[in-house]
């Protein structure tokens, strides 16, 4: 799960308590001592750093000081105290995808009594969120509970225990070369905002036959909103809940603004991968033709990487509801209106798109990405902006943990982290390629399957067994286009898309499927059945008026 930056910290969370005895969310897959339905990410991080090496999240308040100047006292007085020292102890980073998804996964395998492990998950935000169904919100389709429900309510049956707090930075120690008999002390420390530190890899007490705490990372990723000038004050990202919220708050003043008015809301989407495409469907059908949506993509095609058949879908969905493209141009700046002056040495085709002028709309420069076009500009009132990750991973200092560029840690085919053996990170916390040596995309199915591998490999651990090396599956490819329109591309039947209605149908059970627990799987279920017998009868009455009028 991501941990939102624009989320309030909590100060003094209480963990959520669940009850002993682990659900079993899932039926078996493949590995023997499984019962669970699907995969999911899962990264090993590994061998103990050199002392004092801290691991600090970007944006966390450090008011309180450096680490060392707390003193013991007070130190002892903020530990978290775990249960027992007989039981493995897990700490989960994150609750989205990878690291909501690796709890279940350890809470369906079977275990030993005193192999079970104690499980912590923290998160920032009390909801776990479907990021693949956050466009269903703007289109009134779903409701918040059944894409976002609360962590107590997913636990509720589980041994896990759920932490509402945030990450400020991780400490960690090196006993590497120390002889095991005289380590004393804890491996390491994760310290959240509320002051509580979680004590992880007690060695003296492993020395003694019980068990380390096992740490994962699965701290997602968020928006990456200042490539260009303007762009962080201006645009809107959408990948959390929080985004969600905030374009449909801007959308709601932009119709009220414009309502009665023949002037369009305009839209701009930059990007034109999924998830540009996705969103620009989605608004477009919500406003019809009280607006207009421009896309913009640096490629000479939307989705340059999908599938052809979803290609073809969204192009006819996209020309049908005249959402207007601009291939081939990158965004070079983003001003308002009042502050944007056109210099006359430049050649410019501005697009206003039958807009007002009005100093409170926005101006988005566009620069040729390719040769032969001419550079634009265009009038918008909302600016949507969808190119462009960063990985929460906290800040690392690259001596001990290996990082490519993008900030992410380099795992081998176990999932775990080179050299740092008793380390998870799983999701956008982690860099792996597959057999190609092509790095694997950051999607919820990689982390369905990451995590699924994370909670086995753990057990792996824990019960001295080989762990399993990580074959991504590609299963096919799903967008929505609409409230009734969607495209799916299964890889398992080559050259088949499923679209319109048939793919929207088919998308909604293959994430139904996917759903954390059984109970929240029926509810929603349930929910979505009712919804769509409602639409299906006021439809018919619809179509009964109409042939009645004739008559």
């Known amino acids: 799960m991501l941990v939102h930056a624009t989320l309030p910290a909590s100060a003094s969370l209480t963990p959520f308590n669940g009850t002993s005895g682990g659900a079993r969310q899932w039926g078996k897959l493949f ?20 002392r004092g090496s801290p691991i600090i999240v970007p944006g966390a308040s450090q008011s309180n000081g450096p680490v060392g100047e707390v003193s013991e006292d007070e130190r002892a007085r903020r530990t978290y105290v775990w249960s027992n020292d007989k039981n493995p102890r897990v700490c989960i980073l994150g609750g989205g995808f990878g690291g909501l998804y690796t709890a279940l996964r350890l809470e369906s395998l079977e275990w030993a009594r005193d192999k079970k492990p104690q499980i912590l998950l ?14 269903e919100l703007l289109s009134g389709e779903v409701d918040v509970w059944e894409i976002a429900p609360r962590f107590s309510d997913l636990l509720g049956n589980t041994s896990v225990q759920f932490f509402q707090d945030r990450v400020k930075l991780l400490h960690t120690y090196d006993y590497e070369g120390m002889n095991a008999s005289t380590r004393s002390g804890c491996g390491g420390a994760v310290h959240l905002e509320s002051g509580l530190i979680v004590e992880y890899d007690c060695l003296l007490i492993l020395h003694f036959g019980t068990w380390a705490v096992r740490l994962v990372l699965a701290l997602g990723a968020a928006g990456k909103v200042d490539l260009v000038p303007g762009a962080a004050e201006f645009a809107l990202p959408f990948s959390t809940l929080e985004d969600a919220y905030m374009v449909e708050k801007r959308l709601r003043e932009l119709e009220r603004k414009y309502f009665g008015k023949d002037t369009p809301i305009v839209v701009a989407v930059v990007g034109c991968g999924y998830a540009g495409v996705e969103l620009a469907a989605t608004v477009s059908e919500r406003l019809k033709d009280k607006g207009v949506v421009h896309a913009i993509g640096r490629d000479a095609t939307i989705l340059p990487t999908a599938p052809p058949g979803n ?4 192009l006819k969905v996209l020309s049908s509801r005249k959402i207007q493209l601009s291939l081939g141009y990158s965004v070079r700046s983003i001003k308002r209106a009042s502050e944007y002056k056109t210099s006359d040495s430049d050649a410019r085709t501005t697009n206003n798109l039958g807009a007002a002028q009005d100093p409170d709309r926005l101006v988005l420069e566009l620069w040729p990405f390719e040769g032969g ?17 960063k990985p929460l991973l906290p800040q690392i200092e690259r001596n001990w943990l290996p990082l490519i560029e993008q900030g992410q840690a380099e795992t081998d085919e176990t999932l ?6 008793r380390i998870f990170a799983i999701g956008d916390s982690s860099a792996l390629r597959d057999s190609s040596g092509r790095r694997l995309p950051a999607t919820a199915q990689v982390a369905f399957q990451q995590a699924d591998f994370t909670g086995w490999n753990l057990w792996a651990a824990i019960n001295n067994r080989r762990l399993l090396p990580f074959r991504f599956q590609n299963l096919g490819e799903m967008m929505t286009l609409g409230r009734s329109d969607a495209a799916v591309t299964p890889s398992f039947l080559e050259g088949l898309t499923l679209e319109g209605p048939v793919g929207h149908t088919a998308r909604k059970i293959a994430y139904l499927a996917r759903l954390p627990t059984d109970e929240h799987r029926l509810k929603v279920g349930i929910s979505w059945l009712m919804k769509s017998a409602v639409d299906s009868v006021a439809s018919l009455q619809s179509t009964l008026a109409k042939v009645l009028s004739r008559l």
């Open 373 to 389: 076009l001419q550079v634009q500009t265009l009038d918008a009132d909302l600016v949507l902006w969808t190119v462009g990750s």
């Open 311 to 314: 290609t073809e879908a969204a």
């Open 31 to 50: 590995f023997p001592v499984s019962r669970t339905k699907f995969g999911t990410n899962s990264f090993l991080f590994g061998e103990i750093p050199r």
């Open 122 to 135: 923290f998160d920032q935000s009390e909801r776990f969120v479907f990021k693949p169904m956050l466009y």
């Open 416 to 421: 775990r982290v080179k050299g740092h053996p």
